[in-house]
């Protein structure tokens, strides 16, 4: 008869360890940069408006080009407004000649009204004409300098040297006082690149905008991934946060002799870290699991590896600063990480230093 002990099932047999290689936390030195999303803008841009109404009779310029301060950009109808100038100067002089024969009327009746040889209604008469023949001269020099500020607003001239962009009218287009937009003029050299930061780090960059020297603190990172050839420096923190999103404007300045930097680019900026020169721990990237939005490393001890919450910094090439979670000395698993859970048997492979 065989024994009940025969049928028994055999005890579950625990799985092989995981074979894994490990890292050894070490403190090293690294400079770094916190990189910032940016957009460049020009420091000083306006829109081109016609002042007067008139036809377009010319423009002196190529679209997108570089103009300077004072230059002539457009014409509007100026035969028209030199005309009506030149008719209110007329009618200036013919109420200033009317103003001296009324002031001469006026002296020598008053000397015929000291002899007593002449009315004095007629006296009063000539001071009336006189008094209206001034005011008449000042009505005809008022239309003197509107007429000259039409006939000024009927060239446009560049405000300020800039780049200049594409014409909204063509010559012989109508165009309406103070409605009608001919161009938009925006400098190009320097040029401003804005970012947000953290109401957290108004400290750090009003640190920055005060030091003295000028190196490799602020870099620009061009669309193409591409480093701009110089470095920039803060022009200005602005006044206040944004409510919504806790941030807070600083605009960096930055040379465009080249005129690589355009209005509206989208860049990054990169900030090198004040702290540059400290250690820190360090773990390598490939360490790292994440989980539901949190970020974990496996740490070995007496061959069993367990899960640690670790909080990150920046990464630097294929390492990645840890600020919390991991001591120096510990050894994180760095291969064969998907395999494994929390207390899982590992077989260590070669210590990767």
Known sequence: MESCSDNKPAAPTAPPPTAVNIYKIEKGSAVYYDTYPATVAALNQTDLKAQVTGYITGIYFSDGQHVSKGQKLYDIDR???AATYDNAVANLNVAKANMDRAQQDANRYNDLLKQDAIARQVVDHALADLQSAKMQVSAASANVS?????????????PFDGTIGISQVKPGTLVTANQTLLNTVSSDN????????????????????????????FTLQLPDNSIYAQPGTISFIDRAIDQLTGTIKVRLIFPNATGILRTGMNCNINVKNNNSQQTFLLAPNKSVVEQLGENFIYVVSNNRAYQ????LGTRINDKIIIKSGLQEGDSVVTDGVQKLRD?????IGAIKK
């Open 146 to 158: 509107r007429a000259s500020a039409d006939l000024k607003y009927a060239t446009i001239y560049a």
């Open 190 to 217: 320097p040029m401003a690149v804005d970012i947000s930061v953290d109401q957290k780090e108004i400290p750090r960059f009003a640190a920055l905008q005060h030091a003295k020297s000028i190196d490799t603190t």
């Open 308 to 311: 640690r919450k670790v909080v």
């Open 343 to 347: 207390s899982s048997m590992v077989q």
């Open 79 to 81: 035969l028209q407004y």
